[in-house]
C-alpha cells in the first residue's frame, strides 16, 4: 500500500469516527435505556454509588400519611414486590434492603428514553414521575454507570469500531 493510501484511510478515518461513534450509541439507545434501568434496579447510580436517600433517612417517611414512620414495613413491603438480586446484563450485586431501586409499578423504567441529540445521547426520565425521581436522587442516576458503561463498548462500540475501520478500508 503507498503513501497516498495510507493518508485517504486515515482521513476517512478521522472524518467519521466521532459521528460512526454516535452513530453506534443512537442505534443502540434501548441498549442505554436498559443498562441504566438495571443499575437503577440494583439500586445504583451512574458514579456506581448507592441509591440516596436510602429507606432509613427518606424524609418521605417523617410526612404524614401511611407510611409516616413505617421505612420499616416499607422496607419490607418492598422487598416482596421487588426482591433484590444481582442483574443478569451488568453484572451488579443486589441491591442492598435498604436501597431503592426506584421500581414500584414500572411505569418510571418504562417512561425513560434515549435519543440523540447532535453530539450527545440524552437520557430522559420521562413526563410522569421521573422528573420529580431524578430530582430526588440526582440527575447521575440517568448516566451510565462504570459496569454499563464496559457492557456497552465491549457489545457495541468496539465492533462498530472494527467494522468502521474496515470500511475505511483499515485492514
Known amino acids: ?70 421505612n420499616a414495613a416499607y422496607k419490607a413491603w418492598k422487598r416482596d414486590i421487588t426482591p433484590p438480586r444481582g442483574s443478569t446484563l451488568l453484572g451488579l450485586p443486589p441491591r442492598p434492603e435498604n436501597v431503592p431501586n426506584l421500581y414500584i409499578n414500572g411505569k418510571f423504567f418504562s417512561d425513560i428514553l434515549a435519543d440523540r441529540r447532535g453530539d450527545v445521547l440524552h437520557v430522559d426520565p420521562g413526563t410522569g414521575d421521573g422528573p420529580a425521581i431524578v430530582a430526588k436522587f440526582g440527575d447521575e442516576i440517568l448516566n451510565m454507570g462504570p459496569s454499563a458503561v464496559e457492557y456497552f463498548n465491549r457489545e457495541y462500540l468496539l465492533p462498530s469500531i472494527i467494522k468502521f475501520f474496515k470500511d475505511c478500508g483499515y485492514q
Not at 48 to 68: A, I
Open 1 to 70: 500500500m503507498n503513501i497516498s493510501k495510507v493518508a485517504d484511510i486515515i482521513h476517512k478515518i478521522a472524518d467519521g469516527f466521532e459521528e460512526n461513534g454516535m452513530k453506534c450509541l443512537s442505534d443502540h439507545s434501548g441498549n442505554v435505556v436498559i443498562a441504566v434501568q438495571e443499575q437503577i434496579y440494583s439500586g445504583q447510580n451512574g458514579a456506581g454509588e448507592l441509591l440516596s436517600p436510602t429507606y432509613d433517612d427518606d424524609p418521605y417517611f417523617e410526612e404524614e400519611g401511611y407510611w409516616h414512620h413505617r
